[in-house]
């Protein structure tokens, strides 16, 4: 059974950056899609970022430039970096992970097996 564990969600100040981990274990992590979603108070989850297994990248339209995804298969982590945050990437980020997720599906949360139990980031003055 492969289980999720997002860290580094907090408060941060408009225009800075924050660091969110998803840890993994359980599984064969480096065959793994890695996905970031995102759910703001009162809307639903969305799609932010996704690592494929070759590494290849994919980003929501408002993230691209700000966020950059990236794995460490050593360490069974997947790495969202996130700059220049503004109030509207408030939200609870969950990763989720999955193995033979076609590229067609990789910004969809139905075809995500596997999901973490969510982190805090809050962007406030």
């Known amino acids: 059974q492969v289980q999720l564990v997002e860290s580094g969600g907090g408060l941060v100040q408009p225009g800075g950056s924050l660091r969110l981990s998803c840890a993994a274990s359980g599984g064969t992590f480096r065959q793994m899609t890695i996905g970031w979603f995102r759910q703001a108070p009162g809307k639903e989850r969305v799609f932010v970022s996704a690592i494929r297994s070759n590494r290849a990248t994919y980003y929501a339209d408002s993230v691209k430039g700000r966020f950059t995804i990236s794995r460490d298969n050593a360490k069974n982590t997947v790495y969202l970096q996130m700059n220049s945050l503004t109030p509207d990437d408030t939200a609870v980020y969950y990763c989720?992970?999955?193995?033979?997720?076609?590229?067609?599906?990789?910004?969809?949360?139905?075809?995500?097996?596997?999901w973490g139990q969510g982190t805090q980031v809050t962007v406030s003055s």
């Open positions: 989720a992970g999955d193995t033979g997720l076609i590229l067609s599906s990789i910004s969809y949360q139905q075809y995500y097996d596997y």
